[in-house]
């Protein structure tokens, strides 16, 4: 997920508790329920690609594995060099996503 797409759901989740909070200061359910939806609205994307991320992740760790394997199979060392660095990558990634 970019910083921008964090950047936008931070903001829409902002904007949310602001209106919830200005709809419970005066009474308007209206405005409260609004802001509560944007503030779920922001959760719901943000969690989407967060999900995404992972499963992209998920699959270059395993293109990776399959390129070590590949490599050792064939005793080709700069192949499973290669694949090892991509799992690698994959991992931290994923660790970043959290």
Do not use: W
């Not at 910083?3 to 200005?22: D, F, L, P, T």
């Not at 499963?55 to 390129?67: L, Q, S």
Request: no cysteine; glycine share 14%.
């Amino acid at each position: 997920m970019s910083v921008g797409s964090k950047i936008k759901y931070a903001a829409q989740n902002a904007r949310g508790k602001a209106k919830a909070a200005a709809g419970g200061a005066t009474g308007n359910r209206r405005l409260r329920a609004e802001g509560r939806r944007d503030q779920g609205a922001a959760h719901v994307k943000h969690a989407a690609d967060k999900a995404m991320d992972t499963a992209k992740n998920v699959g270059h760790e395993a293109k990776g594995k399959i390129r070590q394997v590949a490599g050792a199979v064939t005793d080709h060392k700069g192949q499973e060099a290669k694949g090892k660095a991509e799992q690698v990558s994959a991992r931290g990634k994923e660790h970043l996503n959290k």
